[in-house]
Every structure is written in structure tokens, then in C-alpha cells.
């Protein structure tokens, strides 16, 4: 079945630095990419999602792109605030379209 | 806010009891999840209803079952409880089955002592 892999599990960078985070998948099947972020004490927000059909998207300080043939796809953050502090999931569908997801990632942005 | 809610919000209970979960979905979603986050753990998905019926299956325990009503309100029921099943429970809501937003309720905290 699909598994998504997130790294790093940890993330700490400066305050106006970029962040990466990226994910693996393993069903060439999947179709539908979200991002979603959890801060402390709060409920999943859906930040960014993407489709198998398009490479990138961005909105704002926010990016997300795809790479189907290696299957990866990475979360991009650029001018980190504090507020950008939180945990990060990534999910892919598997060939059910049910969402598998990723283990997390905890970003840290230092001031 | 989300537009699912969920009830209650705290829920203190001793080991061997039973407790009911509740979840509203948001106005025309037909699909709901539940997911159980241990403390500083990922999102475990338990189980998918989809406009009443079970649509699928993850890592949910025995003593642990859902249902779907008509008016798509959901109950997660978790009976026999053990200290492990302390977490945040949440329940998400999507317009369909799949490659859908899922929008997510505000959580039920458990505790069992």
C-alpha cells in the first residue's frame, strides 16, 4: 500500500530564512497532495495542496512542488516569521483516493 | 473555525469505562474521519464514513467503533478504555470521498486515569 515519508522530523531555522520539508510517496497512483499545518493545541489547517497535474503552486510565502517521476514533493517557506512555528503533515491519496499521512515535521523558527 | 464541530471538548474518564465522541460535519460535507494524536505523535487514522456507511478502515482497535447517523452526525464509541488510550481525538469532515479538502474539528481531549 502507499507509504509517505517526511523529513526531517525536526526543522529549527531563523527567523527570515527559508524552510524546506519534504515527502516521499510510493503508489505512482496518487493524485492529490495536501499540506497541512498544526499548531500547538490547535486542529489541522490545510495550507497548500496540489494536484498530479501541475508541477507548482505558490501562494504567498508558501510553495509546494511535485516531482511525479521521483515522487517527492517538498513544502517551501520563505521569510520565516515566528507564526510559521507549528507542525507541518504532509499526505498523498493512495489507489483508494483515501489520504495516507506523513509523520510530521516540527519547525522551529529562532529569533 | 472550521465549521465541524465536536463534543465535548475535555473528557476525563478511569480505565475500564466507556466514553461516546461526537462530530458535526460542516454544512454538505458527506464524509467524515476520525483520527486519534497521542501527545506529540502524528495523525492516526481511525475510520471514514461516508453518507452513513463505512467507507474505510485504518488503525482502529476493536473496542473502539463509529457510526454515521442520517442526518450525517458521527459517534465514535471507545469502550474498555486503557491509560494508552489518553489522546486528541479528531474528527474531519469532506464534501466527497477522496482528493477532497478535509477540514477538521477542534478536537476532543481524553484522558484516562
Known amino acids: 500500500g502507499e507509504n509517505v515519508e517526511q523529513h526531517p522530523s525536526t526543522l529549527s531555522v531563523q527567523e527570515g530564512d527559508s524552510a524546506v520539508i519534504k515527502c516521499t510517496y510510493s503508489?505512482?497512483?496518487?493524485?492529490?497532495f495536501p499540506w497541512y499545518k498544526q499548531e500547538l493545541g490547535k486542529r489541522p489547517q490545510l495550507i497548500i495542496d496540489?494536484?498530479?497535474n501541475v508541477g507548482e503552486k505558490k501562494d504567498q510565502r508558501i510553495a509546494v512542488t511535485l516531482n511525479k517521476t521521483a515522487k517527492h514533493f517538498s513544502l517551501h517557506i520563505t521569510e520565516t516569521q515566528p507564526e510559521d512555528s507549528a507542525v507541518y503533515f504532509c499526505?498523498?491519496?493512495?489507489?483508494?483516493?483515501?489520504?495516507?499521512w506523513g509523520a510530521g515535521t516540527k519547525l522551529i523558527i529562532k529569533p | 473555525d472550521s465549521g465541524v464541530t465536536q463534543t465535548p471538548k475535555h473528557l476525563i474518564t478511569a480505565t475500564g469505562q466507556r466514553v461516546t465522541l461526537r462530530c458535526s460535519p460542516r454544512?454538505?460535507?458527506?464524509?467524515v474521519y476520525w483520527y486519534q494524536q497521542s501527545l506529540d505523535q502524528g495523525l492516526q487514522f481511525l475510520i471514514q464514513?461516508?453518507?452513513?456507511?463505512?467507507?474505510a478502515k485504518g488503525n482502529i482497535l476493536e473496542r473502539f467503533s463509529a457510526q454515521q447517523f442520517p442526518d450525517l452526525h458521527s459517534e465514535l464509541n471507545l469502550s474498555s478504555l486503557e491509560l494508552g488510550d489518553s489522546a486528541l481525538y479528531f474528527c474531519?469532515?469532506?464534501?466527497?470521498?477522496?482528493?477532497?479538502?478535509?477540514?477538521f474539528g477542534a478536537g476532543t481531549r481524553l484522558s484516562v486515569l
Open positions: 464514513y461516508y453518507n452513513g456507511e463505512e467507507r
Open positions: 499526505a498523498a491519496t493512495d489507489s483508494n483516493y483515501q489520504l495516507i
Open positions: 454544512s454538505g460535507d458527506l464524509s
Open positions: 496540489i494536484r498530479s
Open positions: 474531519a469532515s469532506s464534501l466527497g470521498t477522496s482528493g477532497n479538502i478535509q477540514y
Open positions: 503508489d505512482s497512483a496518487s493524485n492529490y
